[in-house]
């Protein structure tokens, strides 16, 4: 017999790296998941920019589950730019943003004003979600 659980993992902007966030969900279902996210709370009031489902598996031979399904990243709201956009309305603060983007082959970014300005690579696959922000 294979067991299979279902999760949501809800990132919010932390210090260095993103504050994660992980809940057992029915089912991987955006509807309730963006109602969870009204929910979490991270250090410093951060509340989160995004998820992502997982499914953890393991049959009775398995010691431990392994993650056997992930989503793409679901963003809450945000503003998308392509580079040439960041390059031109580009300040003296966008000069590292830029040099990320232009190294590591990066077409998208997404910011994300929900709790703290925060800015990711924004995939091909990933979706972003009608969300409002404390800016609206």
Request: glycine letters at 6%.
């Given at each position: ?21 992980v ?18 709370k ?44 960041v ?43 009608d ?6």
């Amino acid at each position: 017999m294979k067991m299979k659980v279902h999760f949501v993992t809800f990132y919010s902007p932390g210090t260095f790296v993103a504050e994660e966030s992980v809940k057992p969900i029915p089912s991987w279902d955006v509807e309730l998941a963006k109602t969870m996210a009204l929910g979490i709370k991270e250090r410093y009031g951060a509340t989160p920019y995004g998820f992502r489902f997982s499914t953890r598996s393991r049959s009775e031979e398995d010691l431990d589950s392994r993650v056997t399904a992930e989503s793409p990243r679901y963003f809450l709201g945000g503003t998308v730019e392509t580079l040439a956009e960041v390059k031109a309305r580009a300040t003296t603060r966008d000069s590292i943003l830029i040099a990320n983007m232009e190294n590591n082959g990066w077409d998208r970014c997404i910011t994300n004003r929900n709790s703290f300005t925060s800015t990711h690579v924004l995939e091909p696959d990933d979706v972003v979600l009608d969300w409002p922000s404390i800016t609206d």
